[in-house]
């Protein structure tokens, strides 16, 4: 039996309802919001943010089926103004339709306004796909009129139920007789994007000797090893090499760090995501033990904005090469950590009625601001008092690291302080 007009696994097997639908519980099962407003009969805009393969684009073709609503498709990479104007005014004579935009997050500012009217005046609903933060790429208007979904990663468990759930409903793999005797290279070579798990199994499926149809790590490994992308920048490889880039620059290897980097760039990497995590890093692993690397890396960003490829790669291989080779410092990171976990177990403690503000006569009249000591009228514009609330008074949230930069801060702070905080 040939397979149906040359369409993919994948394709012929996607799920058409909730009922079959596997993963993200936390949004589809009983009682849950998307069962929910499949139940009541009653969408509205959403945003679906997740890794690829796990399920946005079958939930919002899910919706619009149990909906009976028309459901329109458009890609971000290809699609402009003119593409979504077009869509939105065969919504209005449909009288209503639901508008799938997959990558949303490569719509620039334009794309993403030419939106608004229609999913404000309810001519479309409106689901869009992201792999990015959509806090960091869709304008806040936008934002503001749709609820933001995260879809989790697929778990071994969701991999293998798709799996035997193909094997079970396609009735031209269940003519193969396909046995998995071996689950681990078919689950690690998907990089738990479902999609490409279905795909993979068809291929292997399709190239089994008829004599034996078991289905090995070695067969698998052997059938796909020609097939597969040094770096895919929507799977497994793009955690990989993000987090080995990373740890890099973590590890102050600047070789090793524009390596990783040039991998991500030969693979069509968003530069804006990589920049991006340039800056978190500058403050996250280098910090006080360098103020200028977070500059740097904001700077950096805004060329980058403003340049793109290819002569952005050469600012991001200065800017990695000299986070790589910053002195390094966690100290800002621990104390928001330390800070946040003692604000989680202390509560709403009370400000000290000397910091607090006193517009009005009668906060003053409440001594509000009563006793407060002007730092800048002390001699060395520092005069001791207390800030944290009376509770926690003298608690040590921030600790210096251990470089020369962060040596000076803690001799002022120890300067300042003399023993109250251990300095």
């Known amino acids: 039996m040939a397979v149906s007009s040359h369409i993919p696994l994948a394709e012929r097997v996607r799920p058409r309802t909730l009922d079959d639908f596997i993963g993200q519980e936390h949004l589809v099962g009983k009682g849950k919001v998307l069962e929910q407003m499949v139940h009541n009969r009653k969408a509205h805009s959403m945003i679906f943010w997740g890794p690829p393969g796990v399920g946005k684009t079958t939930l919002a073709q899910i919706i619009a089926s149990s909906l009976d609503m028309p459901i329109f498709k458009l890609s971000a990479i290809d699609s402009g103004v003119k593409d979504v104007r077009a869509v939105i005014e065969k919504a209005g004579m449909a009288g209503h339709a639901l508008l799938f935009i997959d990558e949303i997050h490569r719509f620039n500012k334009a794309q993403q306004d030419s939106l608004l009217g229609a999913v404000e005046k309810g001519l479309i609903t409106l689901i869009g796909a992201t792999t990015e933060n959509p806090s960091f790429e869709v304008i806040g208007a936008l934002l503001s009129r749709c609820q933001v979904y995260i879809l989790k990663p697929l778990t071994e468990e969701h991999l293998k139920a798709l799996v035997l759930q193909a094997i079970e409903k396609d009735a031209w793999l269940n003519e193969q007789k396909v046995n998995i005797v071996d689950w681990e290279a078919l689950i690690q070579l998907s990089g738990g994007d479902a999609r490409r798990l279905l ?225």
Request: glycine content about 8%.
């Open 199 to 423: 795909n993979l199994l068809e291929i292997v499926a399709s190239s089994l000797p008829l004599d034996s149809r078991d289905v090995t790590n070695d067969v698998v490994v052997d059938v796909v090893q020609n097939k597969m992308a040094l770096y895919d920048k929507s799977g497994e490889q793009h955690y990989d090499i993000i987090s080995a880039f990373i740890k890099s620059v973590r590890g102050s290897d600047p070789n090793a760090a524009v390596y990783w980097l040039a991998r991500m760039i030969e693979g069509g990497e968003d530069p804006k995501f990589i920049a991006r995590r340039m800056v978190i890093l500058a403050s996250e692993d280098v910090g006080n033990a360098n103020p200028n690397a977070l500059l740097l890396a904001t700077s950096c960003f805004q060329a980058v904005e403003l340049i793109g490829y290819p002569e952005c790669r050469i600012i991001l291989s200065q800017t990695a090469t000299y986070l790589a080779s910053s002195p390094k410092s966690n100290a800002a990171y621990m104390a928001i950590n330390n800070a946040q976990a003692l604000v989680g177990k202390t509560g709403d403690l009370p400000v000290p009625l000397p910091i607090r503000n006193a517009p009005t006569g009668l906060m003053k009249k409440m001594d509000y601001g009563k006793g407060y000591k002007y730092s800048h009228d002390y001699p060395g514009n520092f005069v001791e008092q207390e800030y944290l609330p009376g509770k926690i008074a003298g608690t040590k949230l921030y600790d210096p690291g251990n470089n020369a930069t962060e040596a000076k801060l803690k001799d002022y702070l120890k300067h300042c302080w003399k023993d109250k905080y251990g300095y």
